[in-house]
């Protein structure tokens, strides 16, 4: 099992950065396929961005695809998620979660085993 803690989040105007970073208990991190996901007041919970172990893969939604970049650091069991040019519709609370399986299909939800509580995200235009 994996405890997942994030940090990071906070207010910023349009066109701001932040990186949320989310850091992992146990030995078995770098085993994991890790994903970013958000959600937004009366909104579904939806992918950001997921990362593969090994070689690290990436993958991105359409929305944020040249703004944000996910990364991971096996050795400091810390996932990241570098968020540039952001925009009003990027607020949400961010959650990072892991699978311990790695899922067909990146951005579901379901098929995630482990969540954090999340991190808010403010941008105002």
């Known amino acids: 099992q994996v405890q997942l803690v994030e940090s990071g989040g906070g207010s910023v105007q349009a066109g701001g950065s932040l990186r949320l970073s989310c850091a992992a208990s146990?030995?078995?991190?770098?085993?994991?396929?890790m994903g970013w996901f958000r959600q937004a007041p009366g909104k579904e919970r939806e992918g950001v961005a997921g990362i593969s172990t090994g070689s690290g893969i990436t993958y991105y939604a359409d929305s944020v695809l040249g703004r944000f970049t996910i990364s991971r650091d096996n050795a400091k069991n810390t996932l990241y998620l570098q968020m540039n040019s952001l925009k009003p519709e990027d607020t949400a609370m961010y959650y990072c979660?892991?699978?311990?399986?790695?899922?067909?299909?990146?951005?579901?939800?379901?098929?995630?085993?482990?969540w954090g509580q999340g991190t808010q995200v403010t941008v105002s235009s």
């Open positions: 979660a892991a699978a311990v399986r790695p899922p067909r299909l990146w951005y579901i939800v379901q098929l995630y085993n482990y």
């Open positions: 146990g030995d078995t991190y770098s085993t994991y396929f």
